[in-house]
């Protein structure tokens, strides 16, 4: 077995069939056909079945592939780290963001840093689940996360500010009014709200406590909420950083305040791709007023608890 293998098997479990895997991969289609076979053939399992969707996944080759994208993205730390020089980063660095978390700063900063090192190369997702990124986390598939809580050391985690929430209303609500908004007073109206495993969600239902929300609508992404509750389909509560410009008018922080601490979380022995992210994400300001806000948040404010 080889790390070229298990790439190979991991482009077909991404792309759904050979060929696409191939065309991926620059490689001619036999030779993945040839090497997934002999792959199987030295497991003694078969990774994937075919179905009218394409090639997917059995069982054991999910199992399998997990594995396999721990292995392939250690081998590739490995080989940039060794190639780093002292004025060059190569290789690959994989980010992930807790959704709605370091939507200005994070680009910003990952754009500093690949016009500082153009031959790096960054993969970047939003994961709503604060679980699922605890799990990547201690899989050792993430070079780096911004959460909100995690269970690593003080050396691998590292607090960049807080991330003030605040409530978005359609055009013309009544509290547009008011500089800041209590959620008692939205008792009753409907919300647009994220996907029930999603961390977002689970602040929503904090900050409510004793109230059972209307749900107008679930969306998966900020941006989405922010333009639906514009629209007036419902209130949301999103990430201050999160709100996309031309939105601002239609922001009130929430009293009293709500926020959430940002966490870099770096894998175990991080290289110096992911030091040289964490030094830029540190010059970043992180607690910024929040969009509408026409008093200082010192006044009753209150931290919110990070979600687990």
Known sequence: MSLRQFEYAL???????????AERLRVAQPSVSQQIRGLERDLGVQLFTRTPAGLV???VGRAFLREAEVAVSASRRATATA???????????????QMGFGTR??????????????????????????????RLCRRGVL?????????????????????????????????????????????????????????LDSVLL??????DPTTAARVSQTATAVRWAAQGLGATLVPASAVPPGHEHLVRPVFPAVSQPVIAVLRHAAGPAE?????????????????????????????????P
């Open 206 to 211: 904090n900050v409510l406590r004793d109230d």
């Open 275 to 307: 030091t040289a992210l964490l030094e830029l994400l540190r010059r970043e300001t992180w607690s910024e007023p929040a969009p509408g806000s026409a008093a200082t948040p010192e006044s009753g404010s209150a931290a919110f608890s990070p979600v």
């Open 83 to 97: 190639r780093a020089g002292a004025d060059e980063l190569v290789g690959e660095l994989t980010v992930a963001a």
């Open 143 to 199: 070079d780096l996360a911004l959460m909100a809580a995690c269970e690593r050391s003080p050396a691998d985690a590292h607090h960049l500010g807080d991330e003030e929430f605040v409530v978005v209303l359609g055009a013309g609500h009544r509290l547009l009014a008011a500089d800041r908004v209590e959620p008692r007073e939205l008792e009753g109206e409907p919300w647009v709200r994220f996907d029930r495993d999603s961390a």
């Open 11 to 21: 482009a077909i479990a991404e792309e759904g069939s050979v060929t696409a895997a």
């Open 57 to 59: 996944p059995t069982a």
């Open 105 to 134: 700063q994070l680009p910003r900063t990952l754009g500093t840093l690949r016009r500082r090192y153009p031959r790096l190369e960054v993969t970047v997702f939003e994961e709503p689940s604060s679980a699922e990124l605890e």
